[in-house]
């Protein structure tokens, strides 16, 4: 492990530079940083963009740990299930002012990538989105600040913030936690009694990908929500079998939650109401998300694709699953079996805490988490308190953030509405805190 530098730059010693010459991805390891962003995701870059937008820090002020490039994880998601437009309107994306997605559209002729909703505002294609977000990157240089290492473990202390990863730790004033769901996702009890390594994927493995599912196979996709229709409709081609087990009817939804939840009215006020990390919030957003459900267009798409008879639907609920030489027999509670050669799990996230560096916070740090191991947040601040009633110095934003920004937190409103908290509050902290050069152990 390289040393660490333990002083962070006074403002007139940074070189204020916002790009300068060719990005050069940093793996130095004595990297000392004002703000450590922990997960380079749709939240991740938002944050970035908007901290260094409103100049609230300079590039070389920033780090982004992240073992992707910036918002690769969910591009690969976008793939893995054949989503090709957004299901939220145009005026969602990871920049700072709403219209900067319909104004890049305008610029390079792409406003036919501006699809009609039912519900008013136009959806950009899921292409429009990542582009418009790696124009933005571009413009800030994010890769060339992006530490390509995985964070292991994060340290608070009072005046400033250790993340550690395999091979080196950055010590920073600030932590911002961005980190999705961190690979937990649900799946069926029948699905963990098969080999992972068999015929029986889940739509997020890192290693699922529908483009090397075999022409002729017969494919089974489990779920009834968005993922689900998406996949089943995405995977059709001319002599393949595609069986959808969706036990309950479908539910139709443009979004994932009432836009209640998206305009701080009294829902929020209900919510903050709570005690933080309490079970009656954790209840309270399970109930406002609209889960397992999908937009009337998915539903349009796999509609049709019943009709046609491209994907049968089996109404039925799996009970067991085994493994026969390369297949999977599934028997259903319905009695009827079905042999695949792949069975694909669409059967959604897990909980956002119980991600590995969720879990180890939990277990090795003195800050404070609540029902199912919910971090407890400052509602102003995001601000993650510890067991004595202090604000540390790590911030959360994302899923895990949910009991504070509601429903739509994992969303990109609710990436927008955590950057507007952490740059309200970091900006002042920074301001007093330039006067404080040295970070403590
Ligand atoms: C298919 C799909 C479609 C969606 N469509 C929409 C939509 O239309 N509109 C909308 O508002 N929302 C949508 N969402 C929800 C949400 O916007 C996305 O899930 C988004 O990716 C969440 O952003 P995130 O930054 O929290 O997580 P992610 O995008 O998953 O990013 C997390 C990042 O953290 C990194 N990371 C994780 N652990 C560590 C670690 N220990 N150390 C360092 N880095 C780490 C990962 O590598 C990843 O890059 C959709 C979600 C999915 C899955």
């Known amino acids: 492990m390289e040393p660490d530098s333990r002083t962070v730059p006074s403002r007139g010693q940074r070189s204020g530079r916002r790009s300068g010459g060719k990005p050069t991805k940093r793996t130095d390891a004595d990297a000392d940083a004002t703000v450590t962003i922990v997960g380079g995701g749709v939240h991740g870059v938002h944050l970035a963009v908007r901290l260094l937008g409103a100049d609230v820090i300079e590039l070389d002020e920033l780090r982004i740990v992240d073992p ?3 918002l690769e994880s969910f591009r690969r998601k976008c793939h893995q299930c054949g989503m090709v437009e957004l299901r939220s309107p145009f005026v969602h994306h990871v920049g700072t002012d709403p219209f900067s997605l319909r104004d890049f559209a305008r610029a390079h002729g792409r406003e036919d990538e501006l ?22 990157c571009d413009r800030y240089d994010l890769e060339s600040i992006r530490v390509d290492d995985r964070a292991t473990a994060i340290v608070d202390r009072r005046n400033g913030v250790e993340t550690r990863t395999d091979s080196r730790r950055i010590r920073s004033r600030w932590c911002l936690l961005a980190v999705g769901y961190g690979h937990a996702v649900t799946r069926p009890a029948w699905a963990e009694r098969v080999a992972s390594t ?4 889940h739509v997020w493995d890192p290693a699922f990908d529908p483009e090397a599912v075999g022409e002729t196979s017969s ?41 209640d939840w998206m305009h701080f009215s009294g829902a929020m006020e209900e919510l ?4 933080p990390g309490s079970s009656a919030r954790e209840e309270l957003v399970s109930d406002a998300r609209y889960d397992g459900t999908m937009p009337p267009y998915v539903f349009r798409r796999l509609q049709r694709a019943l009709e046609r ?23 259903c509670r319905d009695g009827s079996a079905f042999c695949l050669d ?20 939990r277990g090795e740090s003195a800050l404070r988490t609540g029902y199912r ?28 953030a949910r009991q504070v920004l509601g429903p739509f937190a994992h969303n990109v409103i609710g990436a927008r509405r955590a950057g507007e908290l952490i740059a309200g509050f970091l900006e002042s902290e920074l301001a007093v805190g330039r006067r404080e050069p040295e970070l403590a152990n």
């Open 272 to 275: 903050h109401a709570h005690p």
């Open 115 to 136: 699809v009609p909703s039912t519900v008013g505002a136009e959806r950009p294609t899921a292409s429009l989105f990542f582009d418009h977000a790696e124009a933005l």
């Open 219 to 259: 494919v089974g996709v489990v779920g009834g929500g968005i993922t689900a229709g998406q996949l089943a409709t995405t995977l059709v081609r001319p002599g393949r079998d595609v069986v959808l087990f969706a036990r309950s009817p479908f539910r139709v939804e443009t979004l994932e939650a009432s836009t």
């Open 342 to 361: 792949e069975l694909i799990c669409a059967t959604g996230f897990g909980s956002p805490y119980d991600g590995e560096l969720f879990r180890h916070l």
């Open 68 to 70: 992707s490039a910036p």
């Open 198 to 201: 068999g015929p029986v994927t």
């Open 373 to 400: 191991g919910a971090p407890v947040l400052d509602d102003d601040t995001l601000r993650w308190m510890r067991q004595d009633g202090t604000l540390s110095r790590i911030a959360v934003s994302g899923a895990a």
């Open 309 to 331: 008879g491209e994907v049968e639907l089996e109404r039925s609920e799996i009970e067991v699953a085994t493994e026969a030489g390369g297949t999977v027999v599934v028997t």
